[in-house]
């Protein structure tokens, strides 16, 4: 069996995040990890270009889409998942611990329609899903929020937000369930795996210097370089650092209309009598 799946990345800039398409390409099973529903906040419009693109791709290349994975509960742009689903049946899983990020954010959204077949299957750590001759192994790895896994594939793995290209460093933890010292403990995990495992990050924001996107790099390029955990950094000081500057943090730009759709899995919130989705809710965030 080969060691590596085959992997498109699809990058969105207006949200600064990355999806991708991984096949197994001996089977033409794929699985469609963090998909976008292009927003447009200023009208409230939504369209599906991007999960079109990934869609396209894989009917030229002959892939069956079998799964969607979202690596957490995204609160800077909105997941297509909801859509991948309707067109190709795939089924949409997420981390277990989606349970209390609904939980906290339902009651201060006050949403009510919550559905058990928004997911597919929610993903406990040391799961296994089939894709084709591949297996992924489902890696907890909460802190950023506490859905978050990461996906291990062969000799790649899909960290979401865990942590970023090693320039720019790691996710904040600030959101409700989320947790500094947990996150470390998480990030020691991916850290432990093999010095030449490839790193599949979320999003990119090109950091000051650097001129092109990226979002991938070794376990080795992150032990060694990433500015917020490398190079030895203990659990002690990289939990002073990152609570000093999660508290200079502004709110994602979309993070209503994105936390409302991705506790549904991609659902859009039902009409209200005249016929509108209202996927912005001013709330205030809680200490």
């Known amino acids: 069996m080969a060691s590596a799946p085959d992997i498109t990345a699809f990058f969105d800039e207006v949200t600064n995040s990355v999806s991708y398409l991984v096949a197994d390409a001996a089977s033409g099973a794929a699985a469609v990890i963090d998909p976008v529903l292009d927003f447009d906040a ?3 419009t939504v369209e599906t270009r991007s999960a079109d693109k990934i869609l396209s791709h894989a009917k030229d290349r002959g892939l069956t889409i079998a799964w969607v994975l979202e690596t957490h509960v995204h609160a800077d742009h909105l997941s297509a998942a ?20 609904q939980r906290v954010f339902a ?41 978050c896994v990461t996906y291990r594939i062969g000799d790649t793995a899909f960290v979401g937000d865990t942590m970023f290209m090693p320039d720019y460093g ?3 933890c600030d959101f409700p369930g989320g947790d500094a010292r947990q996150l470390y403990r998480s990030m020691r995990r991916i850290l432990s795996l093999p010095a030449e495992t ?7 924001y090109k950091a000051p210097g650097r001129e092109e996107f990226a979002w991938e790099a070794t376990v080795a390029e992150q032990l060694q370089a990433n500015v917020h955990v490398g190079g030895g950094i203990d659990e002690d000081n990289y939990v002073a650092m990152r609570e000093i500057r999660d508290a200079t943090l502004k709110a994602p730009k979309l ?3 994105a936390i409302q759709v991705n506790i549904r899995g991609g659902r859009l919130p ?18």
């Open 42 to 44: 200023a009208s409230g």
């Open 198 to 204: 490839r790193l599949f990050m979320c999003h990119d």
């Open 82 to 101: 909801s859509v991948i689903r309707d067109r190709t049946r795939a089924k949409v899983g997420i981390g277990a611990g989606i349970s209390e990020v």
């Open 170 to 172: 790691t996710a904040r």
């Open 255 to 257: 993070l209503y209309p």
């Open 107 to 147: 009651s201060m959204l006050g949403i009510d329609d919550l559905n058990p077949e928004d997911f597919d299957r929610l993903l406990e750590d040391g799961d296994r899903v089939p894709l084709g001759e591949f297996e992924i192994e489902v890696v907890a790895t909460p802190g950023h929020t506490p859905a």
């Open 270 to 287: 039902p009409p209200d009598a005249a016929g509108r989705r209202n996927l912005i809710l001013p709330i205030t965030l809680p200490a």
